[in-house]
């Protein structure tokens, strides 16, 4: 079984700062791509940010300058720092993993996602 659980959000006014966690455990040998995703009330989820295991990132055209992605291999754990925050970018934010299972002798990747935590921005 592997569990990503996340933390960090909140409520915050237009304009500030918020910093998500997601920690993974479980039985991993080891974590290909991780990421964050958002899902805002009536709209699909989509694509905030992803770091692969080197540190090699990507964002949405949403969150760049804005938001920063980053991770602790040592610890499974993937960061997201978000400034500047905007009443748009209330959602539920998840935390997605790409997590590597040995069964016997062989490896195999799934992906795995967080319960997900509410980012609200409001004055």
């Known amino acids: 079984q592997v569990q990503l659980v996340e933390s960090g959000g909140g409520l915050v006014q237009p304009g500030g700062s918020l910093r998500l966690s997601c920690a993974a455990s479980?039985?991993?040998?080891?974590?290909?791509?991780m990421g964050w995703y958002r899902q805002a009330p009536g709209k699909e989820r989509e694509l905030v940010a992803t770091i692969t295991v080197i540190g090699s990132t990507n964002y949405a055209d949403s969150a760049k300058g804005r938001f920063a992605i980053s991770r602790d291999n040592a610890k499974n754990t993937v960061y997201l720092q978000m400034n500047i925050l905007k009443p748009e970018d209330t959602a539920v934010y998840y935390c997605n993993a790409q997590v590597v299972r040995t069964f016997g002798v062989v490896r195999i990747p799934r992906d795995y996602w967080g319960q997900g935590t509410q980012v609200t921005v409001s004055s």
């Open positions: 479980g039985s991993i040998f080891s974590i290909n791509d």
